[in-house]
């Protein structure tokens, strides 16, 4: 449900669909995006007099689920800057929405806070404060995480409401500030694989799910599902997964085991719904039938599980593995979008793009002066111009007192130029651990 309105007459969670000048003209880097704060209100204000809202995809009291009809021009795509032509269709981004308004009966507010001015210091505090307040409890999920492996390969069970109290501690921080948890992620790795990525996929897939608008209760189950979904991998040969080269036909049947491992032991724990078996049970589950353990194929794939199955192949394309380095977010989001109609479906991937973006908090980048920065906060305005802190100078040597730079503000360069991102890099280059800087 589209409509043209002036932009004095906007309001907080309205989605913009279009605008009455080219994107490129404007600050706005997202070709469609949702209205959360006064400082996007006010720069839409500044550069447009009308604007296009999508009332399906907008949240709050702005919200309205009016039926979906071939006369609304619903283009999913648009919203993460994806061209028309490499939609499959616009009928597949209408199954789409339908799909989510079938899952949870109507779209719901993602409640996020309103922000304060982007160029006031408020935020970095607000970041640090939280960062301070969740430190302590990212600690204890991955404390309860041993200890449930533990149990479990001792032939017990766990306690699953301890993990769900730890997930609804993490949701609410999410609520709070999305950013800290981000950084948390990066900052208290273990540099061990499995409970690095069962907590990365936990926060990623909780990010996700607000993002295309499931309510609180939904969230904290992706979150729950995402930290065990591959607790059975407990049960297979340790050395198997510590392969370095090709598995054998045996070795990756043997590995794919590990799904129903995972639904068997949560199964023996009474306080496990049945909605997180079913997102665990398809994780890995594709679009166009490759996946296992059922070939699901299609809209046979529930939603939640195909969310937690994209999420699950983004986190390990960006974590060290004994076969695969770690590669930047920027180049596992490129190989995503290759995967687009494949093995995830279109429109679905557009949302993951759109929601995770290609700097997110903890990625390190090369700037032009040839320094080398991590990203720290996020801009809503621009996507692409976030607060970084620079760690390295232009010959790689240790900034001994790192400085940030929000390079939305356009600071220049001692050439004059603006500052600006010229490549992510992958984790852990040139030795960095962001830890060793910022809150270590």
């Not at 600050?27 to 839409?44: V, W």
């Not at 929405?97 to 996020?112: P, T, V």
């Not at 995967?339 to 995770?356: A, T």
């Amino acid at each position: 449900m589209r409509q043209t309105i002036a932009t004095r007459d906007l309001r907080i969670g309205m989605f913009i669909a279009d605008i009455d000048r080219p994107w490129e003209e404007t600050p706005f880097l997202m070709q469609g995006f949702l209205l959360r704060n006064t400082d996007q209100l006010r720069a839409l204000q500044n550069y447009c007099r009308t604007v296009v809202i999508d009332r399906l995809r907008s949240t709050g009291d702005q919200f309205s689920d009016k039926a979906i009809g071939e006369e609304d021009d619903l283009l999913l795509g648009r919203e993460g800057g994806i061209p028309e032509d490499l939609l499959a269709s616009r009928q597949e981004a209408r199954r789409f929405l339908c799909l989510l308004r079938d899952f949870k009966g109507k779209i719901h507010s993602q409640r996020l806070p309103e922000l304060p001015p982007i160029d006031s210091g408020t935020r970095r505090s607000e970041l640090e404060a939280e960062l301070r307040y969740m430190a302590p409890i990212v600690d204890d999920v991955f404390r309860v995480l041993r200890e449930v492996r533990l149990a479990i390969d001792g032939g017990g069970r766990f306690d699953a409401e301890v993990v769900q109290s730890l997930v609804n501690e993490m949701a609410g921080g999410l609520e709070r500030n999305p950013d800290a948890l981000l950084w948390l992620t990066r900052l208290k790795r273990t540099d061990q694989y499995s409970y690095d990525h069962a907590v990365n996929v936990s926060v990623y897939l909780m990010i996700f799910g607000r993002f295309v608008g499931f309510d609180s209760k939904e969230v904290r189950r992706l979150g729950f599902a995402g930290l065990l979904q591959d607790l059975g991998k407990i049960q297979i040969d340790y050395a198997l997964l510590r392969k370095a080269g090709p598995l054998t036909t045996k070795e990756f049947e043997h590995v794919k085991a590990h799904v129903t491992n995972t639904l068997k032991i949560l199964r023996e724990s009474a306080e496990v719904d049945r909605e997180v078996l079913a997102i665990v049970g398809v994780h890995h589950e594709r679009y166009d039938g490759s996946g296992y353990p059922r070939g699901l194929w299609g809209m046979n794939i529930p939603l939640p599980g195909e969310m937690s199955g994209i999420v699950d192949t983004y986190c390990a394309m960006t974590q060290q593995r004994v076969y695969s380095d770690a590669v930047s977010s920027q180049h596992a989001m490129e190989t995503l979008n290759r995967l687009r109609g494949k093995q995830f479906r279109d429109v679905l991937v557009d949302q993951f793009i759109q929601c995770i973006g290609l700097y997110p908090i903890g990625t390190l980048v090369e700037l032009n002066t040839g320094e080398v920065a991590v990203v720290i906060q996020q801009n809503q305005v621009r996507r692409l111009r976030p607060t970084v802190l620079v760690l390295l100078g232009p010959d790689k040597t240790v900034e001994r007192f790192p400085r940030t730079l929000n390079l939305l503000m356009q600071p220049a360069t001692p050439e004059g130029l603006p500052y600006r991102i010229t490549q992510a890099l992958p984790p852990d280059s040139y030795g960095i651990d962001p830890a060793d800087f910022y809150l270590a």
